[in-house]
């Protein structure tokens, strides 16, 4: 089963430390962009392009550190090839870039996300306790993205917009992240009372 083996279930919590690390980076630049949008975009541009290419670099260790028969399980090295060429791109295109803000950041949190229901659903046979929860949050977390990318509030300002829902989204990921961990911990200990 997926939880029995120990390295799937250690490579999973990695990838939900790494997701608390990127929701915490996200909201500081949700709450600077309240402050000062306008000369904080092209710099929040190069500064993601280069924490891209160091998480790709991180991601693709990770991929590389995981035994052979357990890479089926890990999304790693795709993860790490976007992150590099997200990375690459940021610092030759930061205008155009720049331009297309709300296409970029919701799709990163519908990609995100479709990869947290796909773990949803891979959790549901052992972890019933929590693979409803993370399958409602990722859900959500979907929607908004979807909300970012075609920005169905054109009157609002584009900064608190964005601002408003990469907090909301990061928030609700930070949740199930704990969800997630304070599942695993209950998995662990029910399993070591049975053995």
């Known amino acids: 089963m997926l939880l029995e083996d120990k390295s799937v279930l250690e490579s999973i919590k990695k990838r939900i430390w790494f997701s608390f690390v990127a929701s915490i980076l996200l909201i500081i630049f949700a709450v600077v962009l309240f402050i000062n949008p306008d000369n904080f975009i092209p710099t929040a541009i190069?500064?993601?392009?280069?924490?891209?290419?160091?998480l790709g670099i991180l991601n693709l260790v990770f991929y590389f550190r995981i035994p052979r028969e357990n890479r089926i399980y890990s999304k790693n090295l795709s993860t790490s090839i976007l992150l590099i060429l997200f990375g690459i791109i940021a610092f030759i295109e930061t205008a155009i870039l720049q331009e297309m803000m709300t296409i970029l950041l919701g799709g990163y949190v519908i990609f995100r996300n479709a990869f947290r229901i796909e773990m949803a659903f891979n959790l549901q046979d052992?972890?019933?306790?929590?693979?409803?929860?993370?399958?409602?949050i990722s859900g959500i977390n979907l929607i908004l993205g979807f909300?970012?990318?075609?920005?169905?509030?054109?009157?609002?300002?584009?900064?608190?917009?964005?601002?408003i829902m990469l907090i909301i989204s990061e928030a609700l990921l930070i949740l199930e992240n704990i969800l997630l961990?304070?599942?695993?911990?209950?998995?662990?200990?029910?399993?070591?009372?049975?053995?």
């Open 126 to 136: 052992r972890a019933r306790n929590i693979w409803l929860s993370c399958l409602a």
């Open 147 to 163: 909300l970012i990318v075609i920005n169905p509030f054109p009157d609002l300002s584009i900064n608190w917009y964005l601002g």
């Open 46 to 54: 190069n500064v993601f392009g280069y924490v891209a290419i160091f």
């Open 181 to 195: 961990l304070i599942g695993f911990r209950k998995y662990k200990n029910h399993e070591e009372v049975v053995a």
